[in-house]
């Protein structure tokens, strides 16, 4: 049985929350360690499936939240108080922080008494831009860096904000977030109003929604470069975070054009506008027994389904929808932290632990190996310093598996293995770090895992699959050569020099010239250079020989002429 003592030197670093939502509470330990702290690594999570909102709405017309909730509450609130001493989280790193649904309640301030008379912790009250400004936070730390437009959907209320990232600091509007009625339950608590009973008319609702979002973009002064930005784009990004926004975005992957749909996570998920609006379709697919849909989640698409409708004729032009996990807890997290480390890539922090001793002469002679995009084909977008230090890190992650499970595993290892938990990554992401580690270890399937391949290849496309295959050959290479990671000074063992030529049809080819120490003129060839050639057959491009792929040619020299 797994210990339930804490390291001395991590336990100073965890952070308890309770997040007491509309449509839940939430407890979290999160380790904020400096090494991971970026991606705010979670050591325990729990949830008490109450609704405060609902609950104020028993009798059907707003009343207190009842005694017999309020002891609910209590009850969770007394284990997790256990389950932080097990943890031994410091006293002083423990937070209750209510929204709206204990804001806007009748009896709210005795609510507060009883908790902290219960636990003997004080509750923090958001005032509604507060609130609204540490939900952006929390979709901030979402992803690698944003700009654009953020939403986040509670079940009482929504708000609405921009945001742009860079280098770590967060700008957005001066007002945090305008915070508006229109939260999941509310709206369909509002809209059974209209529909059951007949309490006013769709389209006079839909048009105030409208009129109230066009009036809260106002109120948040979009910038005029932000604005330029988008209309050079195509239109604003929108980020979204929220239960009711996420389960649209879990029904549009399991109804997408992939399927199965390979990566779990709601977090970093993409789709254009023409699908998140498409919402016939996606309230057709939507119910419970779509994956992470509850049957109260499956409940409230017809509202959310409304709001959208209503969203996109009241903002200016949307082009592309990301989704977030974060919400006010990564927020409150998130806000803790200084900039040096919110500007942190969190694919390099979370696979940092896992570094080789001498990761950065390993990642100058990976990267020494693969073409410049200077005067070349483009490379594919998420080939990034992020994405080769990444890798790096991980070269001889699963080197201790057995052989035949090596690239199983690292196929999955952003899917359910060492960074299934990661915080802030795009799909695009672990989809190319996942087929990169798995031709690292020689790309070599069992039949169970082969469709699983296929569907990260099409989350990434064709052009991006084969540079992964080609980078992840590339890396096998370097681990082959140095296995313990160590590069001992004056002992370089490879030298890569890598360009573009053209072939006898005027096509680009990648030219390679290796150099070995020792080797060259005896006419040696190692057998992972006949490898890396292969990938450029075109037999082994991504669709065969009509797919996609470049032909590599290699030669081998001594060193010291390279």
């Given at each position: 049985m797994a210990s339930v003592m804490a390291s001395s030197s991590k336990q100073d670093h965890y952070q308890a929350l309770v997040d007491m939502g509309s449509n839940g509470i939430r407890f979290s330990i999160s380790d904020l360690s400096p090494l991971t702290a970026r991606v705010m690594?979670?050591?325990y999570q729990d949830r008490c499936a109450v609704s405060l909102y609902d609950a104020q709405y028993s009798t059907g017309a707003k009343g207190p939240i009842p005694e017999n909730v309020i002891q609910e509450v209590l009850a969770a609130l007394l284990r997790f108080k256990r389950t932080c001493e097990d943890f031994r989280v410091p006293h002083h790193r423990i937070r209750i922080v209510a929204t709206e649904a204990t804001r806007e309640a009748v009896n709210s301030a005795e609510f507060i008494r009883q908790i902290k008379e219960g636990t003997g912790w004080p509750v923090e009250m958001l005032a509604k831009e507060e609130e609204g400004r540490i939900g952006a936070m929390g979709v901030a730390s979402s992803f690698p860096s944003l700009k654009g437009l953020v939403m986040d959907l509670g079940g009482g209320s929504v708000q609405l904000t921009w945001m742009v990232t860079e280098s770590g600091e967060v700008q957005i509007s001066s007002k945090g977030a305008v915070s508006l009625p229109y939260g999941a339950a509310a709206l369909t608590r509002r809209l059974d109003e209209i529909y059951v009973h007949g309490k006013?008319?769709?389209?006079?609702f839909k048009s105030e929604m409208i009129a109230n979002f066009k009036k809260a973009l106002g109120e948040l002064e979009v910038p005029p470069s932000?604005?330029?930005a988008a209309s050079k784009a195509g239109g604003f990004t929108l980020y979204l975070s929220g239960g009711g926004f996420r389960g649209w975005g879990y029904i549009l992957m399991s109804g997408?054009?992939?399927q199965p749909y390979p990566i779990p996570t709601i977090n970093g998920f993409s789709v254009p506008k023409a699908a998140f609006t498409a919402t016939d379709h996606v309230q057709s697919l939507g119910n419970s027994s779509t994956f992470r849909i509850s049957s109260r989640r499956a409940s409230q698409v017809p509202a959310v389904s409304f709001l959208i409708n209503s969203l996109i004729s009241a903002l200016p032009s949307i082009c592309h929808i990301y989704f977030a996990q974060g919400g006010l807890r990564e927020g409150l997290l998130f806000s803790s932290l200084p900039p040096q480390i919110r500007s942190q890539h969190p694919l390099?922090?979370?696979t940092l632990p896992y570094a080789p001793p001498s990761a950065?002469?390993?990642?100058?002679?990976?990267i020494s190996g693969i073409p410049s995009s200077n005067n070349g084909p483009q490379l594919y977008v998420t080939a990034d310093t992020a994405f080769f230090t990444s890798l790096i890190h991980l070269l001889s992650y699963h080197a201790s598996?057995?052989?035949?499970?090596?690239?199983?595993?690292?196929?999955?290892?952003?899917?359910?293995?060492v960074l299934a938990s990661t915080h802030g990554l795009l799909h695009g992401s672990r989809a190319v770090l996942a087929l990169a580690l798995c031709e690292r270890w020689g790309g070599e399937l069992p039949p169970s895992d082969v469709d699983f391949l296929s569907k990260m290849q099409e989350t990434v496309g064709m052009e991006q699959s084969w540079w992964a295959k080609f980078v992840g050959r590339l890396a096998a290479i370097v681990g082959e050569?140095?296995?313990?990671?160590?590069i001992r000074e004056g002992e370089e063992r490879v030298r890569f020099r890598c360009g573009w030529g053209l072939s006898d049809k005027g096509k680009a080819i990648i030219q390679m010239r290796v150099g070995l120490r020792g080797e060259g003129d005896s006419g040696a060839r190692p057998a992972w250079v006949d490898a890396l050639e292969k990938v450029g057959k075109k037999k082994s491009w991504i669709g065969g020989k009509e797919g996609w792929g470049l032909k590599v040619d290699i030669q081998i020299r001594p060193i010291e002429e390279l």
């Open positions: 690594p979670t050591v006013g008319t769709g389209s006079a932000l604005s330029k997408g054009v992939i390099v922090t979370a950065p002469a390993l990642l100058s002679l990976l598996l057995p052989k035949d499970t090596r690239a199983p595993a690292a196929l999955r290892s952003t899917t359910t293995g050569i140095y296995p313990a990671g160590i």
